[in-house]
């Protein structure tokens, strides 16, 4: 604390000063210029303003202190404001009232850094969501309660009258460009080329499958991709698998991936046909038919 400041004389034929209730809020109102920083700043902390305001005066209490400080708000005085859970206040006009020889750089943060400015000090208060460039206007107002009250204002008007406005039919234009609008729900990309031949050679229908299988196919895709797996080595042990195994082992996807590496190694299967191809896809839809018969 310990900072000098002065008091002009017409502080004392001030309406607005005349408008406190109390000769000790007023009191409390020149104290603050000692208590707060060389930018008109300090901490709202009612037990510390307490304390060094009335170091001396057993009947003064924080409550008391709390209590003018609400009122010093609500009359603009001082703002109350907070940043990152830190509450703060700025006295009104500070510049055209004091001048400090070499200030100090404040310790405090700027109001213009505020995430809720109190609107009246008694539990009302307006987010600070501002710009930068709002905020640099907040900052260079005159009496910055006036600009925070005019904002509430507008903005509660401007949402009343939003919520109240009449819907009103589209006009020609309009109607026009909604009628050009791109489908909202975009077609799906085909499968790769090896994908298409799992699918095929499993006899799977990617339209049709639930998120369950399709997780199960995909993982499965994925595992023979990694392999360095090419279309024509998915078709030839696709006939492989037929061969090795019973015709009523149905041939998924992961039992490509699984039974992959026992599958190669086979020439002639290697060179087969489109007709072999389509032989073991015909093979795979018979027994996913009597799967769903029986």
Same mark, same amino acid.
């Given at each position: 604390?310990?900072?000098?400041?002065?008091?002009?004389?017409?502080?004392?034929?001030?309406?607005?000063?005349?408008?406190?209730?109390?000769?000790?809020?007023?009191?409390?109102?020149?104290?603050?210029?000692?208590?707060?920083?060389?930018?008109?700043?300090?901490?709202?902390?009612?037990?510390?303003?307490?304390?060094?305001?009335?170091?001396?005066?057993?009947?003064?209490?924080?409550?008391?202190?709390?209590?003018?400080?609400?009122?010093?708000?609500?009359?603009?005085?001082?703002?109350?404001?907070?940043?990152?859970?830190?509450?703060?206040?700025?006295?009104?006009?500070?510049?055209?009232?004091?001048?400090?020889?070499?200030?100090?750089?404040? %310790?405090? @943060?700027?109001?213009?850094? =505020?995430?809720?400015? #109190?609107? *009246?000090?008694? $539990?009302?208060?307006?987010?600070? &969501? !501002?710009?930068?460039?709002?905020?640099?206007?907040?900052?260079?107002?005159?009496?910055?309660?006036?600009?925070?009250?005019?904002?509430?204002?507008?903005?509660?008007?401007?949402?009343?009258?939003?919520?109240?406005?009449?819907?009103?039919?589209?006009?020609?234009?309009?109607?026009?460009?909604?009628?050009?609008?791109?489908?909202?729900?975009?077609?799906? %990309?085909? @499968?790769?080329?090896?994908? =298409?031949?799992?699918? #095929?050679? *499993?006899?799977? $229908?990617?339209?049709?499958?639930? &998120? !369950?299988?399709?997780?199960?196919?995909?993982?499965?895709?994925?595992?023979?991709?990694?392999?360095?797996?090419?279309?024509?080595?998915?078709?030839?042990?696709?006939?492989?698998?037929?061969?090795?195994?019973?015709?009523?082992?149905?041939?998924?996807?992961?039992?490509?991936?699984?039974?992959?590496?026992?599958?190669?190694?086979?020439?002639?299967?290697? %060179?087969?046909?489109?007709?072999?191809?389509?032989?073991?896809?015909?093979?795979?839809?018979?027994?996913?038919?009597?799967?769903a018969t029986s």
């Amino acid at each position: 604390m310990a900072r000098i400041r002065s008091v002009k004389p017409d502080f004392w034929k001030s309406e607005a000063i005349a408008e406190l209730s109390s000769d000790t809020v007023r009191l409390m109102f020149i104290g603050l210029w000692n208590y707060a920083d060389d930018h008109g700043r300090g901490r709202d902390d009612a037990r510390l303003i307490c304390a060094e305001l009335f170091a001396l005066d057993d009947d003064k209490t924080p409550a008391e202190v709390e209590k003018a400080m609400k009122e010093l708000a609500r009359k603009g005085r001082i703002i109350r404001y907070t940043v990152n859970g830190k509450k703060c206040f700025e006295i009104t006009n500070w510049s055209e009232h004091q001048k400090p020889n070499k200030p100090v750089d404040s %310790k405090i @943060p700027a109001l213009s850094d =505020a995430d809720e400015v #109190q609107v *009246t000090g008694a $539990n009302e208060s307006s987010k600070a &969501e !501002r710009t930068e460039g709002e905020r640099r206007t907040h900052v260079e107002r005159t009496s910055v309660e006036v600009e925070v009250e005019v904002e509430v204002e507008v903005d509660e008007a401007r949402n009343s009258d939003e919520r109240n406005a009449p819907t009103q039919a589209p006009d020609a234009t309009h109607q026009a460009q909604i009628l050009e609008l791109p489908p909202s729900a975009p077609k799906a %990309k085909p @499968p790769d080329e090896l994908t =298409a031949v799992i699918a #095929q050679a *499993t006899n799977t $229908n990617l339209d049709e499958m639930t &998120e !369950r299988s399709r997780g199960t196919f995909f993982s499965a895709v994925a595992d023979i991709r990694r392999v360095g797996a090419t279309p024509d080595q998915v078709k030839a042990r696709a006939i492989a698998y037929r061969r090795k195994f019973a015709a009523d082992v149905p041939l998924t996807a992961a039992a490509l991936a699984k039974h992959w590496p026992s599958l190669g190694g086979d020439p002639l299967a290697a %060179k087969s046909s489109k007709r072999d191809i389509e032989g073991a896809a015909w093979i795979a839809r018979k027994q996913a038919e009597e799967r769903a018969t029986s």
